[in-house]
């Protein structure tokens, strides 16, 4: 529903309204009422009594979409904490309306004294602040876990409803899994996919968009480390809006990418959704879209259209592999370490030399020098091809 008017200091929308809003949840058996403009308690709990469901905002809905989303404990605790800022200012007037008579949305609340309520609250987001800190100094083992892994990292990004998690599907599904034994530690949207033979993480992100309230953004910022962290970012686009759309959410993406310092990370750009598009029209958005869309490919996650073109072209910008050699004295320690290193890297048959064992592999460079690392701490030799 849509109104433009003053707004209602009580119900934000004009009071023949608020009766159709009603009668429009009573017929579609709605469960909820989701407002694009920021309400005030009072608005919600009149809405509420009104209509006898649940009425959120914009910022409570993107919030929610956060919570499902953040997969590391410093992006839940940054969520929490806007929420519990939002919640401050609102918090005595939401606990004196419940007294009223609690509605959708306020039900417990009225156990509470105003007060107290707000102290609690207070206290709440002071003891977060607190663990936000700690957390901030332990981020870096999360990548460093990723790093560990040996793999290249392909984040998916774009703006909401590209069809980001559709291509996460199509790619994860169109590739043999590998043995998942290894994953356990990562959220349930990293997947790993052989591309030509090399071991990939690719992850599923939230989506970004316009406005988004200023309180937010620390937070969604934080759901967006796998994308901060990764060696090629995927940019989904919905090809089939029009050129002016897509352009502004090409735009909107970049200045995301750039806020969150993803910058100097090869993209490649997904221009999804071309079923939808005639030839001639997906030609013109190519033409048009040259300058802000990096080594675009036009795809349907859909119907797996162009996949193996889009690996293509993001196979490319993987990192190349390294080759190394090297040589272990056999002691308790070196059959751990092999089937360590086979799980991560491309290892060549070993060879048994003497006491000990030889063997090539090939991996990323980042992680040959790890290896390089755990060599001499085996009394081995090492080296780079
Ligand atoms: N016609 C068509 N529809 C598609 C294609 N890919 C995705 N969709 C549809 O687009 C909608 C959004 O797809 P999602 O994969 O959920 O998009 P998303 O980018 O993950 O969205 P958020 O996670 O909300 O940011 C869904 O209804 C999909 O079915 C496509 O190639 N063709
Ligand atoms: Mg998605």
């Given at each position: 529903m849509e109104q433009i008017r003053v707004p209602d200091p009580n119900y934000q929308i004009g009071r023949g309204k608020v009766e159709e809003l009603a009668e429009l949840v009573?017929?579609?058996?709605?469960?909820?009422?989701?407002?694009?403009?920021?309400?005030?308690?009072?608005?919600a709990y009149n809405l509420a009594k009104a209509t006898g469901v649940q009425i959120i905002d914009r910022f409570q809905l993107i919030l929610e979409i956060f919570t499902h989303r953040a997969a590391t404990t410093e992006a839940k605790l940054q969520i929490?904490?806007?929420?519990?800022?939002?919640?401050?200012?609102?918090?005595?007037?939401?606990?004196?309306?419940?007294?009223?008579?609690?509605?959708?949305?306020?039900?417990?609340?009225?156990?509470?004294?105003?007060?107290?309520?707000?102290?609690?609250?207070?206290?709440?987001?002071?003891?977060i602040q607190k663990k936000l800190k700690t957390v901030r100094k332990k981020r870096s083992l999360h990548r460093k876990r990723r790093l560990e892994?040996?793999?290249?990292?392909?984040?998916?990004?774009g703006y909401t409803n590209a069809g980001k998690s559709s291509l996460f599907n199509a790619l994860a599904k169109e590739t043999v899994?590998?043995?998942s034994g290894l994953f356990t530690t990562l959220s349930t949207t990293t997947r790993a996919i052989e591309l030509s033979g090399r071991k990939v993480l690719l992850t599923d992100t939230v989506g970004f968009i316009d406005n988004?309230?200023?309180?937010?953004?620390e937070a969604f910022h934080s759901t967006l480390e796998e994308t901060i962290f990764s060696d090629i970012i995927l940019l989904v686009v919905d090809a089939s809006e029009s050129l002016d759309e897509i352009e502004r959410k090409l735009l909107c993406c970049r200045d995301t990418i750039q806020t969150i310092g993803a910058t100097g990370i090869g993209i490649v750009t997904a221009l999804n959704k071309i079923d939808l598009l005639s030839e001639s029209a997906l030609q013109l958005k190519l033409d048009a879209l040259k300058d802000l869309a990096p080594h675009p490919v036009p795809i349907s996650a859909l119907h797996h259209t162009n996949l193996p073109q889009l690996k293509h072209a993001f196979?490319?910008?993987?990192?190349?592999?390294?080759?190394?050699?090297?040589?272990?004295?056999?002691?308790?320690?070196?059959?751990?370490?092999?089937?360590?290193?086979?799980d991560?890297?491309?290892?060549?048959?070993?060879?048994?030399?003497?006491?000990?064992?030889?063997?090539?592999?090939k991996s990323l460079p980042r992680f040959a020098e790890k290896v390089r690392h755990r060599v001499a701490q085996l009394g081995g030799t090492f080296q780079r091809a």
């Amino acid at each position: 529903m849509e109104q433009i008017r003053v707004p209602d200091p009580n119900y934000q929308i004009g009071r023949g309204k608020v009766e159709e809003l009603a009668e429009l949840v009573s017929e579609k058996q709605a469960q909820r009422v989701i407002f694009d403009n920021e309400l005030k308690p009072q608005q919600a709990y009149n809405l509420a009594k009104a209509t006898g469901v649940q009425i959120i905002d914009r910022f409570q809905l993107i919030l929610e979409i956060f919570t499902h989303r953040a997969a590391t404990t410093e992006a839940k605790l940054q969520i929490q904490l806007a929420n519990l800022r939002y919640e401050l200012p609102r918090a005595k007037e939401k606990v004196k309306l419940t007294k009223k008579g609690e509605q959708p949305g306020f039900r417990g609340l009225g156990a509470y004294e105003v007060d107290i309520y707000y102290e609690t609250i207070k206290r709440q987001i002071h003891r977060i602040q607190k663990k936000l800190k700690t957390v901030r100094k332990k981020r870096s083992l999360h990548r460093k876990r990723r790093l560990e892994l040996g793999f290249s990292l392909v984040a998916l990004a774009g703006y909401t409803n590209a069809g980001k998690s559709s291509l996460f599907n199509a790619l994860a599904k169109e590739t043999v899994p590998v043995d998942s034994g290894l994953f356990t530690t990562l959220s349930t949207t990293t997947r790993a996919i052989e591309l030509s033979g090399r071991k990939v993480l690719l992850t599923d992100t939230v989506g970004f968009i316009d406005n988004l309230p200023l309180t937010l953004i620390e937070a969604f910022h934080s759901t967006l480390e796998e994308t901060i962290f990764s060696d090629i970012i995927l940019l989904v686009v919905d090809a089939s809006e029009s050129l002016d759309e897509i352009e502004r959410k090409l735009l909107c993406c970049r200045d995301t990418i750039q806020t969150i310092g993803a910058t100097g990370i090869g993209i490649v750009t997904a221009l999804n959704k071309i079923d939808l598009l005639s030839e001639s029209a997906l030609q013109l958005k190519l033409d048009a879209l040259k300058d802000l869309a990096p080594h675009p490919v036009p795809i349907s996650a859909l119907h797996h259209t162009n996949l193996p073109q889009l690996k293509h072209a993001f196979f490319s910008y993987l990192k190349e592999y390294v080759q190394a050699s090297l040589w272990i004295p056999w002691k308790t320690e070196s059959m751990p370490f092999i089937s360590w290193l086979h799980d991560r890297a491309e290892v060549q048959p070993l060879k048994y030399e003497g006491d000990g064992v030889s063997l090539t592999f090939k991996s990323l460079p980042r992680f040959a020098e790890k290896v390089r690392h755990r060599v001499a701490q085996l009394g081995g030799t090492f080296q780079r091809a």
